[in-house]
């Protein structure tokens, strides 16, 4: 049987498996997409063969540019490759279920099939076919909770993912909290072990045994202030050595003026004896004004067992502000501009004088006028070291007001992408339509498409033709008995679905 027979099969027996006593709620989602991707095929050619390209350069006789090495009797080139059509499909399930007979003793599991229902299976993300998410045991008192199984603890360290325990304790009164977890770690950003196929990035470099993961956190808020610290730390046991070791704290305070409140927080990568990335910021906000300015500090983090580290990537400090105001009762305006630099990387480019600073600014708009309909149109700009980029965006929504169960939304945008180290520019555009119904109090339908136009800039043979059309489709359907309402709020269903990978 495959994975989404068993998933299908598992949703019909759900009532008939659970007890009489046992509550539960289940959300289940398939997304499906269509894409084109076009690649690059590497070539050569015999250097007696070339010709003298638009540009003054060597090319071959059907107008690509080669490149030609001294010495070497062949020239080398990438032309393009042949357009592949992918279906790609996903399908997740979320349950929670209680009611065990132990007051504060719950479940939680979440899961994904995916994969592709085309023959070229070019799409990222598909393998390996199943995963578990999340899927552990939840015990929760008023001062304690504590969990056991496949879990995900977020922090200012960023969502570490661990199969092991973890335990919460609070203290309502005084304001306190603290927690510590223990297990065998997954990669970062996925529910994988390190040592799965699908998350090998380097071959040899990869571990041959999962890390220890131990982690430790401690918080106090008040109406003025909420502080936070946490400590997390790697362990490779087969060598027994640290994979990594970082501590983070972070603050909020609010002071006793109206609408003010400041934030900062910091970061250590104690195993490579690095200050990580910092911010801090002010923000006011008011009935129609909100404003925010502040600076950040960011450093890529990468465990030992990479090799990225070696690289000694250097941080970039920036200094930011946002502004949004409410014009009228129908018209709300955002700007945003940020200035970046990054420190001195102690390398020498003798024939490049590359830029190491940087901006990017943006401005957008929201109308909402009468009948459920509402416009938005953004410009957004930025210039950094090696490459720029800027565009537009706008989109127009309707939702009767009598019936939010409907939304119908209409998008688009361009952008323009010069860059500045590549014999290339690009020029995109994208018009794009999205559906979605609730055609039942528990059953959500989603229906879009998309159409990309890319215009490359170049002077040979490898400015391809990258034109398509995406299109998407969703069912969301959600059941539960003990549940607090089967029908989703409306404000999740105005919310739109992406018409990104599934």
């Not at 008192?141 to 919460?168: I, K, N």
């Not at 927690?179 to 990869?206: E, K, R």
């Amino acid at each position: 049987m495959s994975p989404r027979a068993a998933v299908v099969c598992f949703l019909g027996a759900l009532p008939a498996v659970l007890g009489a006593q046992v509550g539960y709620r289940l959300r289940f989602e398939t997304q499906l997409q269509t894409v084109t991707f076009r690649g690059l095929t590497a070539d050569s050619l015999p250097v007696t063969d070339t010709v003298t390209g638009p540009g003054g350069g060597p090319a071959s006789p059907d107008g690509y540019a080669v490149t030609c090495f001294p010495g070497e009797s062949y020239c080398h080139f990438y032309r393009a490759g042949p357009a592949l059509h992918g279906t790609p499909v996903t399908s997740s399930a979320d349950l929670s279920l209680w009611g065990f007979g132990i007051p504060g003793l719950s479940a939680r599991i979440s899961a994904r099939v995916s994969g592709d229902l085309s023959d070229a299976r070019i799409w990222p993300g598909t393998t390996p076919r199943f995963q578990l998410l999340e899927g552990y045991l939840e015990y929760a008192r008023s001062w304690v909770t504590a969990r056991a199984g496949r879990q995900l603890v977020t922090s200012r360290l960023g969502y570490e993912g661990f199969d092991g325990g973890h335990v919460l304790v609070r203290s309502a009164a005084l304001g306190l909290e603290a927690d510590g977890y223990v297990g065998w770690g997954l990669t970062n950003g996925v529910a994988l072990p390190v040592t799965s196929p699908a998350v090998n990035p380097l071959g040899d470099f990869q571990p041959v045994q999962r890390q220890i993961v131990a982690g430790a956190g401690a918080g106090w808020s008040s109406r003025w202030a909420d502080v936070r610290a946490d400590y997390l730390r790697e362990v490779d046991p087969s060598v027994d050595y640290f994979v990594s070791e970082r501590a983070a704290v972070q603050a909020v305070v609010r002071p006793p003026l109206e609408g003010v409140t400041l934030q900062a927080g910091s970061d250590w990568d104690l195993a490579m004896g690095l200050w990580g990335s910092a911010e801090a910021s002010a923000t006011y906000t008011r009935s129609q004004l909100s404003a925010t300015i502040g600076g950040r500090r960011y450093r890529p983090y990468f465990p030992l067992w990479t090799i990225w580290g070696a690289f000694s990537p250097v941080p970039y400090h920036a200094t930011f502000g946002q502004f949004g105001v409410r014009v009228t009762d129908w018209l709300d305006v955002r700007a945003s501009g940020e200035k970046h630099a990054y420190d001195a990387a102690d390398i020498a480019t003798g024939l490049v004088q590359t830029e190491s600073q940087g901006w990017r600014w943006g401005l957008d708009g929201t109308a909402t006028m009468s009948h459920g309909v509402k416009l938005g149109l953004g410009y957004e700009a930025e210039f950094g070291p090696g490459a720029s980029a800027a565009g537009w965006s706008g989109s127009v929504s309707y939702s009767p007001p009598s019936d939010p169960r409907l939304l119908v939304m209409i998008e688009g945008a361009t952008l323009q992408r010069p860059l500045e180290l590549r014999f290339d520019e690009s020029r995109l555009k994208s018009l794009g339509f999205n559906v979605q119904a609730d055609v039942a109090s528990s059953l959500r339908l989603a229906l879009g498409g998309i159409y990309y136009t890319e215009d490359r800039r170049r002077s040979d043979a490898q400015a391809l033709d990258w034109n398509q059309f995406r299109a998407t489709a969703s069912v969301i359907l959600l059941l539960g008995r003990g549940a607090d309402g089967q029908s989703l709020p409306p404000a999740i269903r105005r919310m739109p679905t992406g018409s990104g990978s599934p």
